[in-house]
């Protein structure tokens, strides 16, 4: 025993001086390293004369100019994987970048799988990397809060980012605000798409249904499945998109319900909650109005529909969404939205499958806009050139030619535009064989004003694409990002809740919806969303004071 | 050839002088050569290990990447606030050492049956293809375990309702009831790791000396006394370390199994939440370096207890045995 | 000789034996089965599998999966190029440091044998967590994007040190050590041409697993390199996967949803397995026949 005690002591002796050799060789770091010093100078003064005086520094940026005589590498992060078509694309985009602002990037991917263990980490380490992809789904705030980024100006966004200056909407700016300060170039043109469920045409001629106008009109539509297609499971529901998704179509009945609360932005967890076409911007927990009994309406049908078998049992370990198998004959509902749905539709039309498209809209026939933020572009904190980053930035978001390019490849091999306009491929390519097939990139920030419609599009979603912009309504948050830093255990606890007890209510699978749901609410209270609603309040009135 | 002699010379006299007490240092000199031998593997978990464990400060502080590791502010014990108030600490923390308990009993016992079995067999074709195929569950992902057990097991068209429907039994649901997944866990584990476990087993059992077993087959000893008295007592040594070592992932282990199996099922959650789960899900989509570390440091801390007490009840027994 | 004997001897017991064989046979089957519906799952079509789900021969025979794999050879090439070159340089290394700690770890005459063990033991209980490791490793290291990142990280497992230490332990008898030092052998001579062959079961085993552990690893690669030169199967395998999960989630201009979401997990494993599945039955002779350690001794 007093030999392993003597064991352990030396053990953690030997920590404790690592971790001094450790902090020294940290603090050498800070002090001697000229680069990364140097680095951190001109964003400094750059926030300190933009929250200072703003007039004097306009005068000073007027006065500087754009030097790019020195030839740059940028170092580029974006999500997802690299098409196989990249390296050529790069070659060209480098060409292009070369010429404009004598840079070339060189581009580097953080697998979707590997995101949330990597994003942070690539950003926590200073390593070489200039500009970055961020979006309020991925870290944006936390990071922002921690000093990962690198702090935006109008005046550098005037200097350098001409193009894109001009055509964004001042109010986007505000959005990326993370305590008083931009960190994010979000894009100009934020994602326009609707929730949609899908429902086959013949089954709801089976039923006598022809159209739907609100989501609990499709029960003789279930029912008819569950009577004669016995492969088939009415609501077959996959664990992470599906679950929630039939319950919030049917709160939204009620009010106009985001799906996901203001708090953690986490559809599979709960909190507090607004109507987003609420100009006054009530929050709300679930058990005031109007949420409480549009919780409670929506839970007791999805009761209903479980017990009668409508609702897989399982969905909880299904990890085949809905959408996926709906062509095969296995769900009878598919879920998705009104990009990712595409495919879908696509396939069951080869199938000889007529589909109906449901736009899941609010009791007022709207979707909330997407926000800004959804997608964008950060310059990292320790970035060598912001200035060359920023324009190379302008170029790829703005500048067709570049859009065209990072999006669509490279003319004639990767795609073509047909006579009347409509993206196509080029003889002699598939979809299976193109290379760089649109959107898969990783670029989703560009503006996509230049984008085109797709020459393989159904009908009926030309149709919805078409009304898309007439389904959007203006989402009294869409700018609003929470800070979560004065309750992260909080909000911890809230999405832990929701896992045990919330979530069995939004499928059915309860005894009693009424005790499920006051479990619910006391569990709520335990985990302390009360305090959570006083801070989320709190950062509420500020933004919609801001707002006015 | 002279060295030798001398560190064999010196061997002699710290074996003599090992009744004093000897400081570090006159141990190293008396055995240079050995201490040598110790030093790669020294110096890589210095550099690969010791070095970064001294992050573990992260657990306590607020990090900010302005101030890096050791500049940001202390926050005392904020970072582990949100798993200690979620109200299942106990719970997570009982459900992680049953589960590890159990799977570690299954998992020792069915591997020495398998290894002291497989040694018995004498067709050699027969003993190589065996072991082969009881490896072959340790390269299927738990995520492809966990779709086919979905496909086998699932309410509407799982194939063992499938079954019970064409013989008139009422389906079972097996995701919404708990009893099932008392076995269920227990038996994929063993499933997946049995190969594995019985290949260190029959390399014990391989390393017998087989005069002993001629001996005892001369005296007339029966097979299945063989086994109870040569093969299972020769070894202990190798059980005692496996199942040290299993202690030591006892407040971790498995998270994929968990993870992938059970998911989010809110009906299952009370029996299967684990540690890592409970963490897992509370952090998602946050990437809090603080709080993610501090579960790390609570089950490391429990495991030192529990590894010190039984690594301490062990050299009660047998000095040899223990792990340090 | 002896081992005839005994064999010969072993022999007589049929009940016995018809015992052995049925409960190993049982153990072999239940891991198996759910392979072959792998092996089969990963040769049906992707239609199939959404629709019928998962059985024991394909219900719709389809190469697509492997088709989709090998759409460009020259990646899976290089990624197995990758993973060999690793797992035989790593598990090389690996075997033989590890046995010369653990025959160290072993010795009695050190007095401070257990505080090593300890010192090894404690870097499985702590570390530092996951930020502070890639901050150490990618920016003060510079190990991002280089071969020996890939052989480092997943080089040692202190678990297989104690083994083997307990291993070499029961495999070389302490006297037959001590009347090698008094014929004069030094430490590293009594290692190298007396621990390491008489330890071989040991070694087939730990040897085995380590591979294992080099050969199933994209976690290293996935952190620290993002070079196309540098990426090992599995890796290759696991970016494959996302990229198409990717391509069904978030395009509505990508019109095929033909790529083999299920199938594709399936013939992946099949992929990766395979080479391992080849290689075992060579490395079992070592602890499927085993060494007498009275020839040595004689």
């Known amino acids: 025993m007093k030999a392993m005690r003597k064991s352990m002591l030396s053990v953690f002796a030997l920590v404790l001086l690592f971790a001094m050799v450790l902090t020294a060789c940290g603090n050498n770091d800070n002090s001697s390293s000229s680069p990364s010093a140097s680095s951190a100078a001109p964003s400094e003064k750059a926030s300190e004369s933009a929250s200072a005086s703003p007039s004097a520094s306009a005068s000073a940026s007027e006065a500087s100019k754009i030097d790019n005589s020195k030839e740059v590498k940028l170092v580029m992060y974006l999500l997802g994987e690299a098409p196989k078509g990249m390296p050529e694309v790069l070659t060209k985009l480098n060409e292009k970048l070369k010429k404009d602002i004598n840079a070339t990037i060189e581009l580097n991917y953080i697998g979707w799988g590997d995101v949330a263990s990597k994003y942070p980490l690539v950003l926590a380490s200073g390593e070489d990397v200039d500009i970055v992809y961020a979006a309020d789904w991925n870290y944006y705030v936390s990071e922002a809060t921690k000093g990962a980024f690198y702090p935006i100006t109008e005046d550098l966004l005037k200097t350098y980012m001409p193009k894109y200056f001009e055509k964004q909407d001042p109010a986007a700016y505000e959005a990326a605000k993370v305590n008083g300060q931009q960190y994010m170039l979000p894009t100009v043109t934020p994602d326009r798409k609707v929730n949609v469920a899908v429902l086959r045409k013949d089954i709801m001629d089976k039923a006598g249904i022809t159209s739907i106008s609100k989501f609990s009109d499709i029960e003789p539509y279930l029912a008819e499945i569950k009577k004669d297609y016995k492969d088939m499971i009415p609501l077959n529901l996959d664990s992470q998109y599906d679950l929630p998704t039939p319950f919030d179509n049917l709160v939204n009945e009620k009010f106009s319900y985001k799906a996901a609360p203001l708090d953690s932005g986490d559809p599979l967890s709960v909190g507090v909650f607004t109507d987003w076409e609420d100009p006054s911007g009530k929050t709300f927990n679930v058990w005031d109005e109007p949420a409480q009994s549009a919780f409670k309406y929506a839970a007791g049908i999805m009761k209903k529909w479980y017990d009668a078998g409508y609702v897989n049992k399982n969905p909880y370990s299904n990890k085949v969404r809905s959408k996926d198998n709906f062509c095969e004959g296995k769900s009878g509902v598919a879920f998705g939205n009104s990009n990712d749905i595409q495919a879908t539709l696509a396939a069951c039309k080869e199938k000889g499958i007529d589909t109906y498209i449901f736009a899941e809209n609010g009791p007022q026939g709207h979707s909330p806009a997407n926000g800004w933020l959804n997608n964008g572009l950060a310059i990292a904190a320790n970035s060598k050139n912001p200035e060359r980053a920023l324009q190379a930035i302008d170029l790829i978001m703005r500048d067709e030619s570049y859009v065209n390019l990072v999006y669509y490849g490279i003319e004639g091999k990767n795609y073509v535009f047909t006579a009347d306009g409509k993206l196509s491929l080029p003889e002699g390519v598939t979809s299976d064989s193109n290379t760089y097939p649109p959107d898969a990139a990783g670029f989703w920030f560009v503006d996509k004003d230049y984008f085109k419609p797709n020459a393989a599009w159904t009908d009926n979603y030309v149709d919805l694409y078409n009304n898309m912009k007439s389904f959007l309504a203006p989402d009294t948050y869409v700018a609003f990002s929470f800070n979560s830093e004065k309750v992260r255990s909080e909000v911890a606890n809230l999405k832990n809740v929701a896992s045990q007890y919330f979530l069995p209510l939004t499928i059915g699978a309860v005894k009693d919806v009424d005790k499920s749901f006051d479990t619910l609410v006391s569990k709520m209270k335990a985990a302390g969303v009360e305090k959570v609603k006083t801070e989320v309040d709190a950062q509420a009135s500020a933004y919609l004071a801001s707002r006015k | 050839m002279q060295t030798n002699t001398e560190a064999t010379a010196a061997a002699t006299a710290a074996n003599i002088g090992r009744k004093k007490r000897n400081g570090f240092l006159r141990d190293l000199a008396t055995n240079k050569v050995l201490y040598l031998m110790f030093a790669p593997i020294a110096i890589y978990y210095i550099f690969f290990s010791y070095i970064p464990m001294a992050g573990i400060v992260m657990a306590f502080k607020e990090f900010n990447y302005r101030e890096g590791i050791f500049g940001s502010p202390w926050n005392g014990f904020d970072n582990f606030d949100y798993f200690f108030s979620s109200g299942k600490a106990w719970l997570v923390t009982r459900n992680t050492i049953i589960y590890n308990v159990i799977f570690l009993g299954c998992y020792t016992f069915f591997s020495i049956v398998a290894a002291v079995f497989i040694s018995e067999i004498t067709k050699k074709w027969f003993k190589k293809m065996s072991q082969t195929l009881m490896f072959l569950p340790y390269f299927i992902s738990w995520v492809t375990v966990s779709a086919f057990v979905y496909n086998f097991l699932n309410y509407e068209y799982g194939i063992v309702n499938r079954i019970l429907d064409s013989i008139g039994i009422a389906a079972l649901d097996i995701y919404s009831t708990t009893s099932y997944w008392y076995f269920l866990l227990p038996f994929l584990y063993v499933w997946k790791w049995v190969g594995y476990g019985s290949v260190l087993y029959l390399a014990a059992i391989v390393g017998i000396d087989q005069e002993i077993y001629e001996a005892a087959t001369i005296d007339g000893a029966s097979r299945f006394q063989r086994i109870t008295r040569i093969t299972l007592p020769l070894l202990k040594p190798t059980m005692v370390i496996l199942i040290l070592l299993g202690l030591g992932r006892i407040m971790r282990g498995e998270f994929d199994m968990f993870y992938q199996l059970i998911g989010n099922n809110g009906l299952l959650m009370d029996a299967t939440d684990i540690i890592d789960t409970l963490a897992f899900r509370s952090l998602m989509g946050s990437a809090d370096f603080g709080m993610s570390s501090s579960v790390g440091v609570y089950q490391s801390v429990l495991t030192l207890v529990i590894i010190l007490t039984a690594n301490w009840l062990v050299r009660r027994y047998d000095k040899e045995q223990a792990l340090f | ?298």
Request: net charge positive; proline share 5%.
């Open chain 3, 1 to 298: 000789m002896s081992d005839i004997a005994v064999k010969s001897k072993l022999k007589s017991s049929p009940a016995f034996t018809a015992v052995s064989y049925t409960i190993v046979s049982i153990i072999a089957f239940v891991c198996l089965l759910p392979f072959i519906v792998l092996l089969a799952g990963s040769f049906s079509s992707e239609g199939s599998v959404l629709k019928e789900g998962f059985w024991f021969w394909p219900k719709e025979f389809s190469v697509e999966a492997y088709r989709y794999i090998f759409r460009y050879p020259d990646d899976v090439l290089n990624g197995y190029k990758v993973s060999i070159l690793i797992t035989v340089i790593g598990t090389v290394i690996s075997l033989f440091v590890s046995t010369m700690a653990a025959y160290v770890i072993g010795r009695k005459e050190l007095k401070y044998r257990n505080v090593l063990s300890f010192f090894l033991f404690f870097t499985t209980l702590f570390s530092g967590g996951l930020a502070p490791y890639y901050i150490w490793l990618s920016r003060n290291l510079h190990l991002s994007n280089t071969y020996y990142v890939l052989i480092l990280v997943p080089m040692f497992n202190v678990m297989y040190i104690l083994i083997l230490r307990s291993f070499i332990k029961g495999a070389v008898p302490e006297p037959l050590i001590e009347s090698a030092k008094i014929d004069g052998a030094g430490d590293m001579r009594i290692f190298l041409q007396m621990i390491l062959p008489l330890s071989k079961p040991a070694l087939a085993s730990i040897g085995l697993f380590t591979a294992l552990a080099y050969w199933n690893d994209w976690w290293t690669a996935m952190m620290f390199t993002n070079k196309d030169y540098l990426i090992p199967l599995q890796y290759l395998l696991y970016k494959m996967l996302s990229s198409i999960n990717l391509s069904s989630q978030m395009s509505q201009y990508v019109t095929n949803l033909d790529a083999p979401k299920e199938t594709f997990k399936l013939a992946m494993t099949v992929i990766a397995t395979g080479p391992m599945v080849l290689i075992f039955p060579f490395v079992q002779k070592y602890f499927v026949s085993g060494i007498t350690i009275g020839a040595v001794k004689g």
